[in-house]
T-cell receptor
Framework: AQSVTQLDSQVPVFEEAPVELRCNYS??????LFWYVQYPNQGLQLLLK??????LVKGINGFEAEFNKSQTSFHLRKPSVHISDTAEYFC????????????FGTGTRLKVLA | DSGVTQTPKHLITATGQRVTLRCSPR?????VYWYQQSLDQGLQFLIQ???????AKGNILERFSAQQFPDLHSELNLSSLELGDSALYFC????????????????FGPGTRLTVL
């Protein structure tokens, strides 16, 4: 069975500093990986996704993630964060068995400090 | 705006009651997924429907049921409510199953916040 681990429940970072949010997955088969962002009192918005091909994936709002098969990781990065990036970030793996339901990590709350 | 709508936005009810949450997928999307987000369980997949038929089940309690109607909207029915059912319930939709390596991205609605008192 697949699982997703987000190692940090909270990450405080100063504005304009770089940030990395960690995500590790467990799966015996090929997976599809996603990062979603949830702003306060809102739904989930897709930041980026990895399906195949280049291991460096660029998403919206300046975020990028790198798929590392050997380390089973899909860490999210941004070189310079803004106050508006304060939100909860969820890593998810899509079940490739045909239903494509998502298995989510527990989320990382990013707090950008002025 | 993802194009997925959910009603109501908030729902407050008492233990033992029954409620219905409604979801309208994006135009053209045939798959609907329901997720529950709670403080102790995180985001968990409940159930998926594809073009009116149940496709997959996750950690959905027997007190919960869902259906997808011919117009593709979906309803999640929660009965004999308990305090622990208080959560944010999300609906997501996606296109028909893919061919090859194309994976349908899921688009999430704004959620329904259920409070059981």
């Amino acid at each position: 069975a697949q699982s997703v681990t987000q190692l940090d429940s909270q990450v405080p970072v100063f504005e304009e500093a770089p940030v990395e949010l960690r995500c590790n997955y467990s799966s015996s088969v090929s997976v599809y990986l996603f990062w979603y962002v949830q702003y306060p009192n809102q739904g989930l918005q897709l930041l980026l996704k990895y399906l195949s091909g280049s291991t460096l994936v660029k998403g919206i709002n300046g975020f990028e993630a790198e798929f590392n098969k050997s380390q089973t990781s899909f860490h999210l990065r941004k070189p310079s964060v803004h106050i508006s990036d304060t939100a909860e970030y969820f890593c998810a793996v899509s079940d490739p068995s045909g239903t494509y339901k998502y298995i989510f990590g527990t989320g990382t709350r990013l707090k950008v400090l002025a | 705006d993802s194009g997925v709508t959910q009603t109501p936005k908030h729902l407050i009810t008492a233990t033992g009651q029954r409620v219905t949450l409604r979801c309208s997928p994006r135009s053209g999307d045939l798959s609907v997924y329901w997720y529950q987000q709670s403080l102790d369980q995180g985001l968990q997949f409940l159930i998926q429907y594809y073009n009116g038929e149940e496709r997959a089940k996750g950690n959905i309690l027997e007190r919960f049921s869902a259906q997808q109607f011919p117009d593709l909207h979906s309803e999640l029915n929660l009965s004999s409510l308990e305090l622990g059912d208080s959560a944010l319930y999300f609906c997501a939709s996606s296109t028909r199953p893919p061919v090859g390596t194309s994976v349908p991205e899921q688009f999430f609605g704004p959620g329904t916040r259920l409070t059981v008192l």
